[in-house]
Structure formats: C-alpha cells, structure tokens
C-alpha cells in the first residue's frame, strides 16, 4: 500500500508538471510573435517619425524591432540590395528614379513634406518677387533633390527654359549650395531643410519655400521594394501605425519631437536639432500622398530628368493596403478619437479621391 | 634622438606659426566667415566635447581599415610577384590593371552593397580596393626592376624558385613595395569618407562627413585634426617599420 501511494505521487507529479507545461506552451503561443525591421535613413534629414516612434515605444507596442541605418549614398541601392527592408528619407523624385530604370520599389506611406528654401545674398533678396526674376541667374542645385524638381518644374511651368534661361550649377551638398551662394560664384541656391542657422548667419535669406512653389511638395517616401506578402506586410503595417501615431506626437508636442531627435544628430546643439526637426515649413506626415507621387512623376517627365516611361504602369509601384489597415486598426481601437478621422479623411483626398 | 630634436624643432615653429595666424586672422581681422573658418578655441573646444565619438570613430575606422590593408598586402603583394615573375600572364591582363585601378571608388558602392552580405564588408571591400592597387602595381614594378645581377647570381649559385623569391626577389623590390604601401595608407585614410557613407555609425571618416552635411565646421576641423595626428602616427610608425627592412638604403639616414 505504501508502495502504490509513493507510485500515486510520481504520476501525479508528472501529471501536474505536463499540465504546467501545457500551460506555458498554450502562453507561449498566445504571445504575439516578434517583427523585424532594418530601416534606412539619409543622415541630413534625421528620421522624426521613426525617431518618436522608438522613444515613445510604439514599436515596442507592435512587437516590432526596428534597427535604423545611416547612410550619405548608396541607402536605395541597398534597398535595392534587400540589405534593408525600408528606404524612409530618401526623397521622392530618386526612388521615382529608380522606378523609370526598372526598380521594383513601391510606395507604402509618407514622411516629410515641404520645407526647403530658395536661398540668396539678403541686400539682393528684394529682386526676387516672381519666378521671371530667376531669367538669367545662375542657380546652385543638388540634382534629383526635392527641391531641385520642384524648382524646376515650377519655371517650366512659367513658361521659362531651364536650359536656356537659366544657368543651373550642380553641387553635391547643401553646404556647396550656401558657400557657392554666400562666396558668389551664383545668385541664388537650393537648400534644404535645417539649415537656416547658417543660412542667416552667412548673410543669406529665404527667398522662396518649396511649400510656396508647389503645395504638398514631396520630400521623403516610405519606399520598400518586391512583393509584399506574409510577414513583410505585417510588419510593414505595424511600422506604418508607428508613424502614424508619431505624426500626431510631432503635431501635438514638438517637444517631444526635439528629444527623440536629438540622438540621431549626435554633437548639434539643441536648436540646431529643433530648426531640423521642427521647421514650421517642415510637415512630417506618413501619408502615402499618392496624388503628389503622380504629379512628381509627371514633372519629372516635363524637365526632362526621367523619359521613355510610357511602359512603366506607376499603379504597380503604390501598396497603401498596409497604411489603409494600420489607420483601420487605429480607428477602431480609438473610435472616439477625432484625430484619426481626420487622417482618414486626408487618406482619402490625396491618394483615393482625385482624378 | 638629439638629431630628431634638431630637425623636429623648426617643424614644430612652423606649426606653431601657423596656428598663430589662424588665431590672429579668425580673431583680429574680418577676412574670413567665421562660419567656415571657426577660431582655434572654438575648434578645440568642439574637439574635447566630441572627443569620446572622436575615439569611437578611430575604434570603428580601425575595425574596416585593418583587414582592408591586410587582404591588400597579401592579395598586392601576391600577386604582384605572380604577375612580375609571369610575362606571358601580365601583358594579357595588363590593360585591364590599367583601365580599373584609377576608377573613382564611388562607384563601386552600390554594387559593393549589392554583393557582399554585409555594409561593413562593402566598406572594407572599398577600402580594399584603394590599398591594393598601388601595393600590386608597385610589387610588379619592383619584380621587374630586379638587377640583373640579382637574378645572375642566383642562377650561378643554383636557388630553388621558393629561395628565389624570399631571399633574392622580394628584398630586391622591397623598395618598390614599400613605396606601394606607402602609397596604399595614404589612399585608405582618404576613401575612409566613401567607405564611412553608407551603414556605419561612427568612424573618423564619418564624423567629418557628418558634420560637414550640417556645416558644422568647428567639430569638421575638430575632425581633421584628430584625423591628422592618427595619419601621423601611422605614417610616422610606417616609416620606422620601412627604414628598418630597408636597411641597406639611404633610407637609414632621414631622420624620423
């Protein structure tokens, strides 16, 4: 008797420990499976969404790890690659580049708008009231960057040659643009965002903003590559709800924007960070933007950077589905929250309702 | 050491000299932006607040810059005797070594990135690729300046191809392959900045980078300093390395 109660207990104990097992296992898959992200940014921007994003944990909210990589060249060619999974700050009109060689890149979501100055000496500031002015200057560009399509297009719009009319000088950086300008070996530069400190300093001025030449102008795209299928798409989502919710901090604290900013410019002082980060003509949105990808793509053609591109279906290079379910989720799990309406209804107008 | 002194000492006046004029000129007279051309204490200031990236940067550098140079040796050197030693095989590659050596290493970024699995290895393929050329060229340069008399008396005393090499041909063109090597740092702290422009998160080519997209010129000289005395270590070290295996040139005689 004693025998079978001490057998009693050794399968009681085994019994109790695969039930505790079970139960571990039965949490376990419960829990919700991590995601990955390798998420490429040009350094001169930053990446304000992403950046609010990680500090305020709504990554973390997704069960979604995102490691972000600089780069000064070379960050769509490593999506191109597959060593990155997202290209964020690399403009609109380079991965609309990309697209007229061939690239399979698709448009997911939004990031930056606007906020990039025409710049001159200030004493000769006031000979610039329209674009007619610009008839004979020599112009500092950085080519294929926002502002330098933007720019562009806009004189070609005004009916003025931007071979002929004007002398366009290409330079590689924003500081080649100020120097170039403020040592006057041209009239005027494109600049771009987060750089008014020394744009002032050296005694130069904002003429002209991007948002006033072109409003909705796009800068920086969501941009990822190949079919987005599986995991890829949810991760994709859950990114996208990230940015969406950091859109919102951006817009309602800018504080917070500054300090989960301030990392990524590792030296620069505070204000050098805030002027980058947040430049009232600055708008950091995560809205794909379709309508304004198409009118890029279009003005690209008119200034002859991009041709031949008559095959090139641009429909195929848009997935918002992972955008139209993130704002869904956000919706329903806040359905009293006016916010998200209202981003739905900008959704709407800019990527659904236009002709 | 008192040679070194005697040599040393105008080196450091002219240094000094002209750190004067720098400070006289950015503090006493309007000629330059102060935006470009910051003031020596406003350089050295950024240079002590940015002092602890400055020296992960070095770390990170250090991390593409050593085994780039060293797969540049074996690889330059290697096959520099290969290709000095085989006529028959250099003249058939030869217009290839010229045509690809002086390519600008830009491009080669995006289908570095495409093909090696990592942004680190891309780096280190960049930098490799600036250290092995001038090594390579110079050690067939070197194999074929050999003296006729060095490959007569090996003959004479019967030296099998293994002691040719080691004790008749490399010692004759070490001159030649040093000079490469040379050559071949020089050039690896220059592409640092392509090599730094994708993927990396420090590095001194990086830093400088860095803060030039922001013309933020007091840590971009901050920079270059710093840079410049690491260049200097290096160069000065090298050349002490150099003076020793060759030690039957005039070379014993420079100061250093």
Redesign the interface.
């Known amino acids: 008797m004693r025998k079978r109660k001490w057998l009693f207990g050794i399968v009681m104990l085994f019994a109790l420990t695969l039930v505790a097992c079970n139960g571990d296992e039965e949490k376990a898959s419960t829990q919700e499976k991590t995601y990955k992200l390798k998420v490429g940014y040009g350094?001169?921007y930053g990446a304000p969404l992403a950046d609010i994003a990680r500090a305020e944990g709504f990554f973390e909210d997704e069960n979604l790890e995102v490691e972000m990589?600089?780069?000064?060249?070379?960050?769509l060619?490593?999506l191109?690659?597959d060593?990155i999974d997202i290209a964020l700050t690399f403009g609109t009109a380079t991965p609309l580049n990309y697209i007229a060689q061939g690239a399979d890149f698709k448009f997911v979501g939004g990031h930056m708008e606007g906020g990039q100055p025409v710049v001159t000496k200030k004493e000769n500031a006031s000979q610039y009231k329209i674009l007619e002015d610009f008839k004979g200057k020599k112009i500092a560009t950085i080519r294929l960057g926002t502002l330098d399509v933007v720019f562009k297009s806009a004189l070609d719009d005004a009916g003025i040659d931007i071979h002929k009319d004007v002398d366009f000088v290409e330079v590689k950086?924003?500081?080649d643009v100020?120097?170039a300008v403020?040592s006057g070996k041209v009239d005027v530069g494109l600049s771009n965002t987060?750089?008014m400190t020394?744009t002032e300093?050296?005694g130069l001025t904002p003429i002209f903003w991007s948002n006033d030449l072109s409003p909705n102008d796009l800068c920086c795209r969501v941009t990822v590559r190949g079919n987005i299928t599986g995991d890829k798409a949810v991760a994709y989502k859950k990114f996208m709800k990230g940015l969406i919710r950091a859109e919102r901090v951006k817009l309602e604290n800018p504080k917070k924007n500054l300090e989960a900013s301030k990392p990524t410019?590792?030296?620069?002082p505070e204000e050098?960070v805030n002027e980058i980060v947040n430049e009232k003509h600055l708008i950091n949105s995560a809205d794909p933007n379709k309508r304004e990808v198409i009118n890029t793509w279009k003005k690209m053609q008119d200034i002859g950077y991009i041709s031949d591109v008559e095959t090139i279906n641009l429909e195929n290079h848009f997935d918002l589905s992972m955008y139209e379910e993130a704002l869904d989720e956000l919706i329903k799990g806040n359905p009293n929250d006016e916010y998200y309406k209202q981003v739905l209804q900008r959704y709407n107008e800019q990527n659904l309702d236009f002709k | 050491m008192k040679k070194f002194f005697s040599i040393y000492i105008y080196t450091t006046i002219i240094t000094i000299a002209l750190l004067a004029l720098w400070f006289y000129i950015t503090n006493f007279t309007g000629w330059l932006s102060p935006i470009i051309f910051p003031s020596p204490e406003i350089v050295v200031m950024a240079f002590f607040k940015a002092l602890i990236e400055l020296f992960q940067g070095f770390v990170s550098s250090m991390k593409l810059l050593v085994p780039s140079f060293v797969l540049a040796l074996i690889l330059g050197i290697g096959g520099g005797l290969f290709f000095g030693l085989h006529p028959k095989s250099r003249k058939i590659l030869t217009p290839f070594f010229n045509a690809f050596s002086p390519l600008p290493l830009t491009l080669f970024i995006p289908y570095a990135i495409a093909l090696l699995p990592t942004f680190e290895l891309a780096s280190i393929f960049i930098l490799f690729l600036a250290a092995f050329w001038p090594i390579f060229l110079g050690t067939i340069q070197g194999v074929l300046l050999v003296d006729n008399h060095f490959w007569d008396n090996a003959k004479t005393i019967g030296l099998q191809q293994k002691d040719l090499i080691l004790k008749v041909i490399i010692p004759a063109s070490s001159p030649f392959i040093l000079s490469g090597t040379g050559t071949a740092l020089n050039l690896s702290f220059l592409i640092l900045m392509t090599a730094e422009m994708f993927g990396a998160k420090s590095g001194m080519g990086y830093f400088i980078q860095f803060y030039t997209d922001f013309t933020q010129y007091d840590y971009v000289l901050a920079g270059l300093i710093f840079n410049s005395i690491v260049i200097l270590l290096v160069m000065f070290t090298f050349e002490k390395i150099k003076k020793r295996i060759l030690f039957w040139t005039n070379l014993k005689n420079e100061a250093n």
């Open positions: 350094q001169l990589v600089s780069f000064t060249s070379g960050g060619d490593a191109q690659a060593k950086s924003v500081a100020l120097e403020n987060g750089h020394k300093a050296l410019f590792k030296q620069l050098r």
